[in-house]
């Protein structure tokens, strides 16, 4: 998620497909955007400021003054926006935008701002292939607009084609891929290996050994350094992430054994290598053949440690930078630095589970760095924040 802390102005224009925008001041308020809305008068006969301001947690307008007398700065207002967003957009609001026919709160906005502007347009087929709409929108890119392209499907004529808005999610991706192609390509040329999510140890078909690791932090650090150019393999035990970034190569695993095996596939071509998998210390012996029956009163399984992963990426280091994480309940930075030590470690990443809002399952994290020589302490952030904070520190440290 690329959205954190980028201010987007929506701008509403009257069409029905404005009840989607609120799906979308949704998804971008989740993925921590600051959101402002303004609409055209029209635009209040489809939707209500008060639904719209209660999901951008900010006032609406669609004039240039307030009840109580108060000027509505457009000026303020596009000077603000890291992007503008018309959506829906009209045949009428295109072509004002276009023409600079400025009669309204949305297209006086419009034409004070400098920031990139998306135009999502929305209306019935035949407007929107009437050879006006075409040549209005060829003149918006012509001003180096975003246009996101009408879909096909009914429309509230009933008829059939061309015209619908572009869905809240294709929007939201628009908007994201802009901010990610903005991304500096730091770690360009460069191939990070990170390791993710739990393993899990087979007791019998139907059992196993787990644990409660997300996979949140990995696949975070995996979006991240995507974003910056690397090429990534994520090699994750089972975890419920998602991942959709071209310069990422996903890799599911689910034992330490075959976490280690893949780690190894593509360890030689590795620069940055990232453990941030929860491994399972120890795997059973043997693996029932068939389920086992509760027929005793104890049931005894014997354990045999995992392999190491990262200690073997330590020993088997040749150029490679390597990270790891330590989750310490106890004389944390003591283990944490010992860590460092003994698995051949560049850094070494300590979250402890003290810390309220860090480690396994939330969506923040509290993290110490340690290098052979220094301490670096973080606030608490969300994941994504705290997977810049590393990648930040990993690259300073590639440059020293
Ligand atoms: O020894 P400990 O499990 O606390 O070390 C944590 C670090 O080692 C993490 O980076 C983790 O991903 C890695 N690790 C591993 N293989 C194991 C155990 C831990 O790669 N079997």
């Not at 996101?148 to 499907?153: C, Q």
């Amino acid at each position: 998620m690329s959205l954190s802390g980028k201010k987007i102005l929506i701008a509403i224009s009257g069409g029905i497909a404005a009840y989607k925008i609120h799906f979308l001041i949704r998804d971008f308020v989740k993925k921590g955007a600051k959101v402002q809305v303004i609409m055209t008068p029209d635009a209040e006969h489809f939707v209500t400021k008060l639904s719209i301001s209660t999901l951008s947690k900010n006032p609406v307008y669609s004039d240039f003054y307030s009840h109580n007398g108060t000027w509505n700065s457009h000026v303020e207002m596009a000077l603000w926006a890291d992007v503008m967003v018309v959506a829906p957009c009209t045949a009428g609001t295109l072509s004002k935008m276009v023409h600079g026919l400025c009669d309204n709160l949305v297209i006086a906005t419009y034409m004070s701002a400098k920031c990139p502007v998306f135009i999502a347009p929305a209306m019935d087929l035949d407007m929107y292939a009437h050879p006006s709409t075409t040549r209005n929108l060829e003149l918006a890119e012509s001003f180096g607009h975003h246009i996101i392209p009408a879909e096909s499907g009914e429309l509230a004529s009933g008829l059939i084609g061309q015209g619908r808005m572009a869905e809240p999610e294709t929007i939201a991706k628009s908007i994201e891929d802009f901010f990610d192609s903005e991304t500096e390509k730091t770690l360009a040329g460069k191939t990070v290996l990170i390791t993710a999510g739990p393993t899990y140890e087979a007791i019998d078909p139907v059992r196993f050994i787990g644990n409660h690791s997300s996979g949140k932090m990995g696949f975070s650090l995996a979006e991240q350094a995507a974003k910056r150019g690397a090429k990534v393999i994520l090699i994750s035990g089972p975890s419920a992430q998602k991942i959709n970034n071209e310069n990422v190569e996903l890799h599911k695993v689910t034992s330490a054994k075959e976490m280690l095996s893949k780690v190894l596939e593509f360890y030689d071509t590795t620069d940055i290598g990232i453990a941030s998998a929860a491994v399972a210390d120890y795997a059973p012996k043997e693996i029932a053949k068939e389920k086992i029956k509760k027929n005793d009163e104890n049931l005894t399984i014997e354990l045999v440690k995992n392999p190491d992963i990262l200690k073997t990426m330590g020993e088997k280091k040749t150029h490679q930078f390597l990270v790891g994480f330590a989750l310490e309940t106890q004389n944390e930075e003591e283990n944490a630095k010992g860590k460092l030590e003994k698995k051949n470690l560049d850094m070494i990443v300590l979250n402890s589970l003290r810390d309220e809002g860090a480690g396994f399952k939330n969506d923040t994290n509290k993290i110490k760095i340690f290098t052979k020589t220094g301490k670096t302490e973080f606030d608490l952030k969300s994941k994504e924040e705290v997977a810049k904070d590393i990648l930040d520190f990993v690259e300073e440290q590639l440059l020293k």
